[in-house]
């Protein structure tokens, strides 16, 4: 796999930036660009130039002739796009891969990035009229589930910190620094109860991984893959007011149920975790959905440090989105890429690596506001 | 070294406006302009359906009725908006609410007249329709 530096990335363009992670994850996995039969890429793209950025991309990377295909699932791109090239060779038709992420949403203002992203709920009805922006979609999630939980704002910094800390010993990360649950308490209010510290920054950065068969992993004498053992698939309604609650994400549910099953595993299998933690809300909402905890402990989880690496089940030692970043359509292939090295036991530095006992991660990818739904489980 | 990056303007702009279609739903938006916020029923499998609909996504039928919504609901849940997408940059920062409407749908808008810190989950508003200065018909919800 590979991995760009996540930021502010205006040194290097799309197809520059996408090249820094796919060159990397061909030479990893013993493949030359030629040799690539498929490429399917995750990517919103709405803040680029290049309408087809799978095709500028492959050109440059050397990939032409390649199958290609750009998967939309919002947030959730990377993920939709590993779906995409994992059915391509579960079909028979792939023996390998390429599943590349990338966004470059620096390329024009902060206002109209909020506008973009704010627009992708159901324009009609959430937008045209009323601007809802991304943080005020999951405000409204935070502000029932403190009524209904008693989940605080201190409890919404507290993942803020502890993603924040992590990020700080992640060199690719975005923020690699550490903050005060005051300093999140005192940041600018950016969609009420959320502030700015509750959101994840707008990031450039890109990620690829390689997938193939059982049969080809042994052709290119992979010294130590990482299989994958399922991806769950759900999504929810496009307007919020047709969902039966705001305490929770359907779609991450459903999504991590179908993946359990397909893994024949359970949450308490689960060694390291990435989730989907745009917003603060959404982290502590995970925990609930993917089964970590009980409906309204969240809070408590990473209150009692649980999901710290030591407690008893790392989450988002990477920094997560709010802090290595979230660049939109490449998240769902950072994941993988993050969690292949913890299964390898190979993060550097080795303090955030988590500790192994069934060689078991889980990477959780919501795209929009629990619309689009993706779990997927890897094993070494 | 990100500070000295270099990058061109691109010289080529773009302004979309997109035209949203409104034939079938037609009556909703007549109706706003005369004070009446409508959903829509199938008239196969009876589901209340608000935003109103064409067609029955439910049952897969296409005859639904106009029904008058009555207005009245429970406030489920709120934010206010305080950084704006660049469309809505000149507006000050608004309240959008969720509320349960007595016939048992919910509905998104925003919530006027009333300051956040008298907001609370629970609360009772009314769903009203509104032509607003610049002559859109628009809903919004009402403290109660």
Known sequence: MGHSRFGDRSDVNLSELSFEAIQPSLETSGLTAKDVPYMALGSMGVWSEEPLPAVVIAEYCGLTGAGLVRCEAACASGSAAAFNAYSAIRSGQMDSALVVGVEKMRQIDTPTVLEMIGRAGYYMWEFENFGMTFPAYYAVHAVQHMAKYGTTEEDLALVAVKNHKYGAMNPLAHLQHEITVEKVLSSSMIAWPLKLYDCCPITDGAAAVVLASEEKVKELKVEDPVWIEAIGVASDTANLSKRETYVGLDASVRASRMAYRMAGISPKDVDVATVHDCFTIAEIMAYEDLGFCEKGEGATMVREGETELGGRIPVNVDGGLKAKGHPIGTTGVSMLAELTKQLREEVKPKMRQAPMKNYIALAHNTGGTGHYGYVTILRR | ?144
């Not at chain 2, 609410?97 to 009333?114: F, S, Y």
Request: charged fraction near 25%; aromatic fraction near 10%; hydrophobic fraction near 40%.
């Open chain 2, 1 to 144: 070294m990100m500070d000295k990056s270099l990058s061109l303007k691109s010289a080529r702009t773009l302004q979309i406006t997109y035209n949203l279609p409104i034939s079938r739903t037609s009556k909703f938006w007549e109706g706003l302009k005369e004070g009446k916020v409508y959903a829509t029923t199938c008239q196969k499998c009876g589901k209340l359906h608000f935003p109103p609909v064409a067609d029955c996504g439910d049952c897969g039928s296409s005859e639904v009725e106009w029904t008058k919504l009555d207005g009245e609901g429970e406030l489920v849940t709120f934010t206010e908006v305080f950084v704006k997408p660049a469309s809505f940059s000149k507006e000050p920062s608004y309240i959008v609410a969720i509320a349960r409407l007595k016939e048992g749908v919910k509905a998104l808008a925003w919530l006027t007249g009333v300051e956040r810190e008298d907001v609370n989950v629970g609360m009772k508003v009314k769903l009203v329709a509104k032509v607003t200065s610049d002559g859109r018909a628009v809903y919004e919800f009402v403290a109660v």
